[in-house]
T-cell receptor
Framework: QKEVEQDPGPLSVPEGAIVSLNCTYS??????FMWYRQYSRKGPELLMY????GNKEDGRFTAQVDKSSKYISLFIRDSQPSDSATYLC??????????FGSGTKLNVKP | DTAVSQTPKYLVTQMGNDKSIKCEQN?????MYWYKQDSKKFLKIMFS???????INETVPNRFSPKSPDKAHLNLHINSLELGDSAVYFC?????????FGPGTRLTVL
């Protein structure tokens, strides 16, 4: 079983839709949770970072962590064509090793 | 100012050749990484250095040799290149529990 599971998509939505991206994980020791956005032919860019359970909001983006279910989500409100990218979840607990999901490709149609 | 930079951006070479990729970060981070990203966008960690000391060495062929002359630089040398080495290689740096990526080096082995 992989440490972090993520549906690869692709996920195609119309502009203005609410997007929900999700990851599940198996290691209950994970404490730090991140979402990265990767545009085509670019490096991953840190989008959101949360510690422990709960919600964190930043503009149109909300990151949610449910440690009891080992489930994290990223919600994008009022999605824009510029949000079209691959979204990677990542997790960390110690020893400087980050664990990544395989990425979900999102396409927001104008 | 670019936080994590890599050179070259593109590398096209013949099988059997030896090549190097360089990485520099100006964030003052102690830890640097090399990742390989395949065509399905999965990020696989290869190596990590903390303050010039190797701390993560995943199952990678010994044709790959990292070198960290100082904590701001981490280079990757690849001997006897094979077709399967074709991928995008990302350098990253981290401090505590957030990680930042370079723009990637797209390696094509012919």
């Amino acid at each position: 079983q992989k440490e972090v599971e993520q549906d690869p998509g692709p996920l195609s939505v119309p502009e203005g839709a609410i997007v929900s991206l999700n990851c599940t994980y198996s290691n209950s020791a994970f404490q730090y949770f991140m979402w990265y956005r990767q545009y085509s032919r670019k490096g991953p860019e840190l989008l959101m970072y949360t510690y422990s359970s709960g919600n964190k909001e930043d503009g149109r983006f909300t990151a949610q962590v449910d440690k009891s279910s080992k489930y994290i989500s990223l919600f994008i409100r009022d999605s824009q064509p510029s949000d079209s990218a691959t979204y990677l979840c990542a997790m960390f607990y110690n020893f400087n090793k980050f664990y990544f999901g395989s990425g979900t490709k999102l396409n927001v149609k104008p | 100012d670019t936080a994590v930079s890599q050179t070259p951006k593109y590398l096209v070479t013949q099988m059997g050749n030896d090549k190097s990729i360089k990485c520099e970060q100006n964030l003052g981070h102690d830890t640097m990484y090399w990742y390989k990203q395949d065509s399905k966008k999965f990020l696989k960690i290869m190596f990590s250095y903390n303050n010039k000391e190797l701390i993560i060495n995943e199952t990678v062929p010994n044709r790959f040799s990292p070198k960290s002359p100082d904590k701001a630089h981490l280079n990757l040398h690849i001997n006897s290149l094979e077709l399967g080495d074709s991928a995008v290689y990302f350098c990253a740096s981290s401090q505590e529990n957030t990680q930042y990526f370079g723009p990637g080096t797209r390696l094509t082995v012919l």
